[in-house]
């Protein structure tokens, strides 16, 4: 990441390099220029950066007459229950989520306690590259106490589950937050829920113990640990929390595709109604939802989209395959906690492990590959691939999804880099292999 890159729902970069307190602080005025009167909550994920970051945010919304609540160290998910609860007009998470610990970056909340919608994150982006000059504020904002960040994001998440039943199975369970935000809250949901509790990288300093973002090569250690620990579950969260990945009690990597559809499986088991996913997703989750008779809606990849959706359709739970969880009783973000809790309940009312829990779901293979083709051949692309593949329903939502009765291809253009990028799912990783090794031949030669 060379660049600052700059999204409707916020920015990411190296410290120190693409990304200075100059730069966090420009873009957090233009954010509180478009956002409503009242204060702004400021939050982080650990990260040794986003201390420096929070003071210059922090005095740069002063000082243009916005009260500001340093809520601290909190997952993403408790900075949307923590905006809500507190009356906050807007929030900002400094997190670079899953990037190295040189990154960093801002995430921003709407009042509602959401990512903010894409048509107002394209407001904010203009405000920041076209700054009105403006002059300091006459009476400067104040910085306010925050109280207990964590309680109402507990509570919460608790009444989403039969926390008696969980309590009732005494679970042990190893939680990997690796030195990111996830342990603030996490320690405090597990031994509310009755759990023996280890956890990995409890201290929030953002020194992580190995590369942040959850996959099986990354948490190769961890693994091993869940086994030799004697642990019914591991979990394991990315840097700022929202997202959770699950290893068995064997020690077998289950990853973040399996935790949005176990959880599916679970509330849909209680209550049937519509459910959201990101057309990147696994097809788990869509089959799942027809074993129900409930409504599966797909929407453009990004959280801000999948929540767009769940709102629209009125959705009892959505996400993304990338083990994020969304529920809305609990809030409108990506959410690491609300997947414990839930794969939790799911093992203490069917009072299985939750390797048998994954192995009912239908087994499906993923592949994901990139693809270098110019911006200017994209949509001459795209047409090209829909053509080849006339024997698929094709979907132009995000790029171009086409879809067969045993799996998808998912083709779609890189924001950042002159490639598009192919995904494909089938019942064998030949057949999604072929899909996308074809897909490349095609676009190569438009």
């Given at each position: 990441?060379?660049?600052?890159?700059?999204?409707?729902?916020?920015?990411?970069?190296?410290?120190?390099?693409?990304?200075?307190?100059?730069?966090?602080?420009?873009?957090?005025?233009?954010?509180?220029?478009?956002?409503?009167?009242?204060?702004?909550?400021?939050t982080?994920?650990?990260?040794?950066?986003?201390?420096m970051l929070?003071?210059?945010?922090?005095?740069?919304?002063?000082?243009?007459?916005?009260?500001?609540?340093?809520?601290?160290?909190?997952?993403?998910?408790?900075?949307?229950?923590?905006?809500?609860?507190?009356?906050?007009a807007?929030?900002?998470?400094?997190?670079?989520?899953?990037?190295p610990?040189?990154?960093?970056?801002?995430?921003?909340?709407?009042?509602?306690?959401?990512?903010?919608?894409g048509?107002?994150g394209?407001?904010?982006?203009?405000l920041?590259?076209?700054?009105?000059?403006?002059?300091?504020?006459?009476?400067?904002?104040k910085?306010?106490?925050?109280?207990?960040?964590?309680a109402?994001?507990?509570?919460?998440v608790?009444?989403?589950?039969?926390?008696?039943?969980?309590?009732?199975?005494?679970?042990?369970?190893?939680?990997?937050?690796?030195?990111?935000?996830?342990?603030?809250?996490?320690?405090?949901?597990?031994?509310?829920?009755?759990?023996?509790?280890?956890?990995?990288?409890?201290?929030?300093?953002?020194?992580?113990?190995h590369?942040?973002?959850p996959?099986?090569?990354n948490?190769?250690?961890?693994?091993?640990?869940?086994?030799t620990?004697?642990?019914?579950?591991?979990?394991?969260?990315?840097?700022?929390?929202?997202?959770?990945?699950?290893?068995?009690?064997?020690?077998?990597?289950?990853?973040?595709?399996?935790?949005?559809?176990?959880?599916?499986?679970?509330?849909?088991?209680?209550?049937?109604?519509?459910?959201?996913?990101?057309?990147?997703?696994?097809?788990?989750?869509?089959?799942?939802a027809?074993?129900?008779?409930?409504?599966?809606?797909?929407?453009?990849v990004?959280?801000a989209?999948?929540?767009?959706?769940?709102?629209?359709?009125?959705?009892v739970?959505?996400?993304e395959?990338?083990?994020?969880?969304?529920d809305?009783?609990?809030?409108?973000?990506?959410d690491?906690?609300?997947?414990?809790?839930?794969?939790?309940?799911?093992?203490?009312?069917?009072?299985?492990?939750?390797s048998?829990?994954a192995?009912e779901?239908?087994?499906y293979?993923?592949?994901?590959?990139?693809?270098?083709?110019?911006?200017?051949?994209?949509?001459?692309?795209?047409?090209?691939l829909e053509?080849?593949?006339?024997?698929?329903?094709?979907?132009?939502?995000?790029?171009?999804?086409?879809?067969w009765?045993?799996?998808?291809?998912?083709?779609?253009?890189s924001n950042?880099?002159?490639?598009v990028?192919?995904?494909?799912?089938a019942?064998s990783?030949?057949?999604?292999?072929?899909?996308?090794?074809?897909?490349?031949?095609?676009?190569?030669?438009?």
């Open positions: 990441m060379s660049e600052l890159i700059i999204s409707v729902s916020g920015l990411r970069g190296v410290v120190g390099e693409t990304l200075t307190a100059e730069v966090a602080v420009r873009y957090a005025s233009a954010f509180a220029a478009f956002a409503p009167e009242g204060k702004i909550l400021v982080r994920d650990g990260r040794e950066s986003g201390e929070t003071e210059a945010i922090c005095r740069g919304l002063q000082s243009a007459g916005r009260d500001t609540v340093d809520g601290g160290v909190a997952a993403t998910p408790t900075t949307g229950v923590l905006l809500r609860d507190i009356g906050a807007g929030g900002i998470q400094i997190t670079a989520s899953h990037n610990a040189p990154y960093n970056g801002l995430k921003l909340f709407s009042r509602q306690g959401r990512v903010i919608p048509v107002e394209e407001k904010v982006l203009d920041y590259n076209n700054p009105k000059p403006t002059a300091a504020a006459e009476t400067p904002g910085p306010l106490d925050c109280g207990d960040t964590t109402a994001h507990l509570e919460a608790l009444g989403t589950v039969d926390a008696e039943r969980i309590r009732g199975r005494k679970f042990k369970v190893l939680l990997d937050s690796n030195h990111g935000s996830g342990s603030v809250l996490g320690r405090r949901l597990l031994e509310s829920l009755g759990c023996e509790v280890t956890i990995l990288g409890e201290q929030p300093n953002g020194r992580f113990a590369t942040p973002e996959t099986a090569e948490l190769a250690g961890v693994l091993s640990a869940v086994e620990s004697g642990a019914d579950i591991g979990f394991c969260q990315d840097p700022d929390a929202d997202r959770l990945a699950v290893i068995d009690a064997a020690g077998r990597y289950l990853g973040e595709e399996y935790t949005l559809a176990m959880c599916v499986d679970h509330v849909l088991r209680e209550r049937v109604g519509p459910v959201v996913t990101n057309c990147s997703s696994s097809r788990m989750s869509q089959d799942v027809e074993k129900y008779g409930a409504s599966l809606f797909r929407s453009a990004g959280e989209n999948v929540v767009d959706t769940m709102i629209a359709k009125e959705a739970f959505g996400g395959g990338n083990g994020g969880p969304i809305p009783r609990v809030g409108f973000v990506r690491s906690f609300v997947g414990m809790a839930q794969l939790l309940d799911a093992m203490a009312a069917r009072e299985l492990p939750i048998a829990l192995d779901l239908p087994r293979e993923i592949v994901k590959t990139k693809i270098t083709l110019a911006k200017e051949k994209v949509a001459a692309g795209l047409d090209a053509k080849h593949f006339s024997d698929a329903a094709a979907d132009r939502l995000d790029g171009l999804r086409l879809d009765p045993d799996g998808w291809l998912l083709v779609r253009a950042t880099e002159p490639v990028r192919a995904i494909a799912e019942k990783n030949d057949q999604a292999s072929e899909w996308c090794a074809t897909a490349a031949e095609v676009l190569a030669g438009v």
